[in-house]
């Protein structure tokens, strides 16, 4: 019999067949490798997550990047189609400062129908520049000065106390396009 258990030790160590201890040191081993595994797979894991979570940062970004831009650009279009004429009328500003006099004229003369189709053609162009945005600044004698709103040309000795640092003639009438002044009133304040 003890020749037998040798033999069959040999042969055990020879072929390396599972044994009681063989099998617990293999399960040990085992246990270290997927361990380890587990330990390779969670960084792999947080790895991805981790580019996952910039991807998605850098998604949002952008995003956020697109959505400044189109509100950007929708602003500038809506300002620019406030402001497409602006230069078309103030072409046409001398125009009306024209008619302005004209009318000023023609009624000192007798010429009644004369003066009444000046008026006529002097509304209807009024009337076109209103409709496209242009508006007076209202500036006139006896008000205050105000920088912001008109532009001195020169200061005269005030005819009256009450008219010292106040418009005492507006030369040129100003005119706006909606909330923009594009051009300002020329007046003669007193000192």
Do not use: C, W
Request: cysteine-free; overall charge negative; aromatic content about 6%.
């Amino acid at each position: 019999m003890s020749t037998d258990k040798k033999d069959k030790e040999i042969l055990e160590n020879d072929i390396n067949l599972p044994t009681e201890e063989n099998t617990k040191e293999e399960n040990t081993t085992d246990k270290d490798s997927s361990g380890f595994e587990n330990a390779e797979e969670l960084s792999v894991e947080q790895q991805l997550e981790a580019d996952l979570a910039n991807e998605k940062d850098k998604h949002l970004r952008l995003f956020a990047e697109f959505e400044n831009y189109k509100r950007r650009t929708t602003k500038e279009r809506i300002e620019l189609f406030k402001t497409a004429n602006q230069e078309v009328l103030q072409a046409m500003l001398p125009v009306l400062d024209d008619f302005d006099r004209a009318l000023t004229e023609i009624s000192k003369s007798e010429d009644k129908a004369l003066l009444l189709g000046v008026e006529l053609i002097h509304e209807k162009l009024k009337s076109t520049l209103v409709s496209k945005g242009l508006e007076e600044v209202e500036v006139r004698k006896g008000d205050t000065f105000n920088a912001d709103f008109a532009e001195a040309i020169t200061q005269i000795p005030a005819p009256t106390e009450n008219l010292k640092g106040k418009i005492v003639d507006v030369l040129e009438k100003g005119y706006k396009l909606g909330d923009k002044i594009i051009r300002f009133p020329k007046v003669v304040l007193g000192n």
